[in-house]
């Protein structure tokens, strides 16, 4: 054959589109790069408020996480199943702040959001406010294949459950003593006045982490991202933060790349900071890293919001970033070659 011939090749095969004819076909698939990237929460953590078991419980469920979403991935599954897998062991455990182990309301209660997206079509479902869903996940997943909506809040997600077939569970499920106590801490601080979320800006002491999150990129090309969280500990009833926001703290789209979000959502929210990443892709051709490092490190920054979360990223080549501006995140990764990562703490 011509050398011009393999030049052809190789100068053609970037310019296919992930969601043109190459995605889904037997052919492309087998060449597909397959990659999952999670995390369970940014905040202030520091190896020494960390008991070694506590640690090992940590990277063990960050594990089996990964290996949930990563084993549907590598039998050919979806990436939106190996989101909704990842997430749900996530959701399971008490040790993080989303499904069972959420924080508390100022009034005592569990409410929780989620969101999950398919990058290939821009289709989204999510939750917000559930205070009986065992996977918020799942159900925003509902959402987005049976009804025509995107976000669906409180009482009607829940009746919409039920008619889903899903069950409700009571609120003693979601109850856990560490998260009551985090309450209980915050509400002596403010001496017990009405919830001054605004003031927990300043600083994450008050922000129970723990928000789970989840962005896969599956044989066909195809990219899915998802989050789900209780909140923050001691926000008023009703406030819904950034995670169950399409473009704030989830986003997906084959073109540019998944993401998921954790941290104080009234920033997260105001900066539209995960459209804002595929944007600065989309339309000025940055590279992931570049795009996720200036929103963090430099733009939720300089708006305030130094301490005060992170992201992890996924783009179509499967090149993986997690960043965060707190002194840890919970985080798991498996690149395109296998290899898995398990990381706790900045520096790691
Ligand atoms: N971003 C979540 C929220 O504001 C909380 C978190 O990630 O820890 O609801």
Redesign the pocket.
């Known amino acids: 054959m011509h050398k011009w011939v393999y030049w052809l090749a190789w100068s053609i095969v970037p310019i296919v589109p992930a969601t043109g004819w190459a995605a889904g076909t037997p052919a492309a698939a087998s060449r597909q790069p397959i990659a999952i990237v999670i995390h369970g929460?940014?905040?202030t953590l520091s190896p020494k408020d960390m008991t070694p078991g506590l640690e090992m419980e940590y990277r063990f469920v960050l594990r089996k996480s990964l290996d949930a979403g990563y084993g549907i991935l590598k039998k050919g599954g979806t990436s939106l199943n190996a989101v909704q897998a990842a997430i749900e062991v996530m959701e399971d455990s008490p040790l993080f702040?989303a499904g069972r182990g959420s924080v508390f309301t100022h009034d005592g209660k569990n409410e929780m959001?989620a969101a999950i997206m398919d990058g290939s079509n821009l289709e989204a479902g999510a939750v917000a406010d559930v205070q009986h869903i065992k996977n918020p996940i799942a159900l925003a997943r509902l959402v987005m294949e049976k009804t025509s909506h995107v976000l669906l809040v409180g009482d009607g997600a829940e009746k919409f459950a039920l008619s889903q077939g899903m069950p409700l569970m009571p609120a003693s499920y979601f109850y856990t003593k560490q998260r009551w106590e985090e309450l209980q801490r915050a509400l002596k601080k403010e001496g017990n006045q009405a919830a001054a979320v605004r003031e927990q800006y300043p600083g994450t002491q008050a922000?129970?982490?723990?928000?789970v999150g989840a962005v896969a990129l599956d044989r066909y090309g195809n990219i899915a991202a998802g989050t789900s969280?209780g909140?923050?500990t001691n926000?008023l009833d009703g406030r819904?933060?950034?995670?169950p926001i399409v473009g704030d703290?989830t986003y997906a789209n084959n073109l540019t790349c998944g993401e998921s979000?954790?941290?104080?959502?009234?920033y997260?929210m105001r900066l539209n900071l995960a459209k804002d990443v595929s944007d600065l892709m989309e339309y000025k051709g940055w590279p992931l890293k570049k795009a996720v490092d200036y929103e963090i490190y430099d733009k939720l920054v300089k708006f305030g919001g130094k301490n005060s979360?992170g992201l992890i990223a996924l783009d179509r080549k499967g090149d993986i970033v997690t960043a965060f501006n707190t002194s840890g995140m919970y985080r798991g990764w498996v690149d395109t070659r296998g290899h898995v990562f398990v990381k706790i703490f900045k520096g790691e």
């Open positions: 929460g940014a905040g702040n959001d922000h129970g982490f723990g928000t969280t909140g923050l926000k819904v933060g950034d995670s703290g979000g954790t941290g104080i959502g009234e997260f979360g």
